[in-house]
């Protein structure tokens, strides 16, 4: 019998874990080249920095039955198989890696936002102030009726303009030349008081969302917020206007996930998850991950309806009716390797095990699946709290792939690969039609695309349309130096005229009085 053997000529790194990678890598590369028998070097597992201690040395050691070792074991059972195993594994990471990279990217944009949305908290409390100071420093000059304080009512004019570029305003003025505002339809400056808007920050997302503290008991969790997103947004209810509740808008109050389009009828999507492009993205893609994962999931670990008139202790003591629960399907699942159950899933939740172990009344074990629970993200397949199994990123070969019987589960691999041109889910409430994942990835970037397009069209016209009342506004409003000039050279040449006449009747009176006078 002839051997080939593969001489591995490996520089340890600084890890075990570095070196476990580096030796299952060289092992799949000299299977592919023909070897039957990898030969590592001596001590390469732990490195050549060879420490005089014992103790130390002893800690460095590696047992026969530890993971570094049996892992080796594992993959020499059947090497041709664990190269595909631990492919299906890497490609999984890597999808859930760049699917969660790009949620992240989702939330920082959110971030990024809430900045803003706190800054401009900050400039329309600043403006509330300085639109009270001049409402004072005006009163007082105007108070006599004589002097009319032009400066400090243009720079009121101006601090309303940027205040209405902020949120939704309205105005007056009172016989003291005093100008109280309204915002959101609530009183914000009066001739007394500037009521600030607070900030409301949640605790997970960091998010601000502003309040009337005069309005609140914070003290009982109770606030009135500024915006009422329950008003359609609309330019005939003028409810559309200013940045701050834009931006509100564009962020949105939440993280998102698949369970902001699961479940909810078109109207109520419509008026909830589809107001944000940020939200609605977020809630698409997850929807996706969410899909796709747990649809590998239930083909490596089945389930089925629990059996008629068999019951379980709960951890509570209650007792359930396996018939109303989910349980693993024992009879039709593949194993891995090691032949234990309940298999290993492949994505897994942060928060909960795939199963539960129970003893039914009837004596038998069986595994009761935990259902996910969107009241609890880590109790949900969702980009937020799921990963890929570690035990099969260390051991690919537990990965299920055997029938009860010992031989490879071809059948399995042949559904998990029909998963990708299978109908799971559709986009949305508006768009419900069953799809494939590529198909749906398609419907999602372009609907996004077509939204973005719309929006900016929508913002050019209307940048269009304020430059052009803005232009009719400054020829009522503004002043116009060449227009001042000409009526400067009018004035003057009036005061010139009436000047000249007063003199000349000045003169005459002069005159007539000194000849009476001499008559």
Not at 151 to 169: F, H, M, T, V
Not at 297 to 312: A, E, F, H, K, R
Request: proline share 3%.
């Amino acid at each position: 019998m002839d051997l080939n053997i593969a001489f591995l000529q490996l520089l340890p790194g600084k890890t075990q874990e570095e070196n476990l990678e580096k030796g299952l890598l060289a092992c799949r590369e000299s299977k592919e080249k023909g070897a039957d028998i990898a030969l590592f070097p001596e001590i390469w597992n732990i490195g050549y920095d060879i420490d005089q201690e014992p103790e130390t040395l002893r800690k460095l050691a590696v047992s026969v039955d530890s993971p570094f070792v049996t892992v080796f074991q594992e993959l020499a059972k059947d090497p041709s198989d664990s190269v595909r195993q631990n492919l299906v594994v890497q490609k999984a990471g890597l999808f859930l890696s760049r699917s969660q990279s790009v949620y992240e990217g989702l939330k920082s944009y959110q971030s990024k936002i809430n900045t803003k949305v706190s800054q401009d908290i900050d400039k329309i409390n600043k403006l509330g102030h300085k639109i009270h100071e001049l409402n004072q420093q005006i009163s007082k000059i105007e108070a006599g009726g004589i002097e009319t304080a032009m400066d400090l009512r243009d720079e009121r004019d101006l601090a309303l303009d940027q205040l209405g570029a902020l949120a939704k305003i309205s105005y007056k003025e009172d016989y003291k030349g005093v100008v109280t505002v309204k915002l959101e339809d609530e009183y914000f400056v009066d001739e007394l008081h500037t009521y600030e808007i607070g900030k409301k920050t949640d605790k997970l997302t960091g998010f601000i969302t502003p309040y009337w503290p005069q309005l609140s008991d914070t003290d009982r969790d109770i606030y009135v917020n500024v915006f009422d997103f329950n008003v359609d947004i609309s330019t005939a209810l003028n409810s559309d206007v200013g940045e701050l509740k834009a931006l509100i808008m564009s962020r949105g109050d939440h993280w998102a996930d698949y369970s902001d389009i699961e479940g909810k009828g078109e109207q109520e999507y419509l008026d909830t998850t589809n107001l944000s492009v940020i939200i609605d993205m977020q809630a698409k893609l997850d929807q996706m991950v969410h899909n796709m994962i747990t649809a590998i999931n239930d083909q490596l670990c089945p389930n089925v309806t629990g059996p008629v008139g068999v019951t379980y202790q709960d951890a509570n003591g209650n007792t359930v009716n396996l018939s109303d629960a989910k349980v693993l399907d024992t009879e039709n699942c593949a194993r891995g390797s090691d032949g234990e159950l309940p298999p290993r899933e492949l994505f897994v939740r942060a928060g909960i095990e795939r199963y539960t172990e129970v003893t039914g009344s009837d004596g038998k074990t069986y595994y009761v699946y935990n259902e996910e629970d969107t009241s609890d993200t880590s109790y949900m397949y969702s980009l937020t709290s799921c990963g890929v199994n570690e035990e099969l990123k260390k051991i690919e070969t537990l990965f299920p792939h055997l029938k009860q019987n010992g031989e490879v589960d071809q059948q399995l691999g042949e559904r998990l690969e029909a998963l990708w041109n299978k109908d799971l889910v559709g986009l949305d409430p508006t768009d419900p039609d069953e799809c494939n994942i590529e198909e749906y990835y398609q419907k999602m970037i372009g609907g996004l695309a077509t939204v973005g397009n719309v929006y900016q069209k929508k913002a050019e016209n209307l940048a269009g349309s304020v430059l052009t009342i803005e232009n009719n506004r400054q020829q009522v409003i503004g002043v116009s130096s060449d227009e001042e000039l000409q009526n400067m050279i009018k004035f003057q040449n009036a005061y010139n005229a009436s000047s000249r006449f007063m003199t000349v009747i000045s003169d005459m009176i002069e005159h007539i009085v000194t000849r009476l006078g001499n008559g």
